[in-house]
């Protein structure tokens, strides 16, 4: 069985940095295309940022060359590193896997496990 444990949610002032995890159980990172979404209040789940089984990486627009997708497979985790963030940043986000390690996307729908989530909260 799949599990996904997100962490590192936070409450941080604009500019500020953080990094969340997200640990997997019942499958092999290196064998599964990840991906972190977010969602805000009143708005639909969106994709951030996606890295595939051959450790290619997508981002959103709105999080290029601030925010890095990550993986250490020795350890099954995920990471996404945020930085200079933003109040627009402020949403619970969600870590996703799929076995379809080939596939690199950040459609919602192209994932079939799901993380709790995670709060990330930026003030202005």
């Known amino acids: 069985q799949v599990q996904l444990v997100e962490s590192g949610g936070d409450s941080v002032q604009a500019g500020g940095s953080l990094r969340l995890s997200c640990v997997g159980s019942g499958y092999r990172n290196s064998r599964y295309s990840m991906g972190w979404f977010r969602q805000a209040p009143g708005k639909e789940r969106e994709g951030v940022a996606a890295i595939d089984g051959y450790g290619r990486t997508s981002y959103a627009d709105s999080v290029k060359g601030r925010f890095t997708i990550s993986k250490d497979n020795a350890k099954n985790t995920l990471y996404l590193q945020m930085n200079s963030l933003k109040p627009e940043d402020t949403a619970m986000y969600y870590c996703?896997?799929?076995?379809?390690?080939?596939?690199?996307?950040?459609?919602?729908?192209?994932?079939?496990?799901w993380g709790q989530g995670a709060q990330v909260t930026v003030s202005s």
């Open positions: 996703a896997a799929d076995h379809r390690w080939w596939q690199l996307t950040r459609d919602r729908a192209d994932f079939g496990y």
